[in-house]
């Protein structure tokens, strides 16, 4: 059974693993600002396969560690197969300064 492995590149030049998702887990998010917009990127992973999906349109709530998100506009950025991997710049914080970090999915067998 396959599981979604999420990196982010740190400042030093190396990769912040977390915890890998598995089929048995809910989706995981993160919030990119982008030219003024706040978008959700949603990910999960389906034992096979994971999909990395953004959110352009919608509502999401959030309440602890529990979010919930609503989108009336998802795009499919990536379907990540065994092996496969998707790198992506993120956001995370609104102010307009605010430094990217690229953050990679990557599909483990």
Known sequence: MGALQVQV?????????????????????????HDGRREVIVFYCYGDHSIIEQSRAGV?????????????DMI?????????SYEQAVRARP???????????????
Not at 18 to 30: G, K, R, Y
Not at 60 to 72: H, K, P, Y
Not at 76 to 84: H, M, T, V
């Open 9 to 33: 590149r740190s400042r030093a030049g190396g990769w912040v693993t977390f915890p890998p998702l598995t089929v048995d887990m809910p989706p995981a998010s993160v919030a990119n600002h």
């Open 95 to 109: 102010e307009p300064d605010a430094p990217s970090m690229l953050v990679r999915w990557s599909h483990l067998e």
């Open 60 to 72: 999401d709530v959030e309440v602890g560690a529990l979010r919930e998100v609503r989108s009336t």
């Open 76 to 84: 499919q950025l990536a379907r990540l197969g065994p092996g496969e």
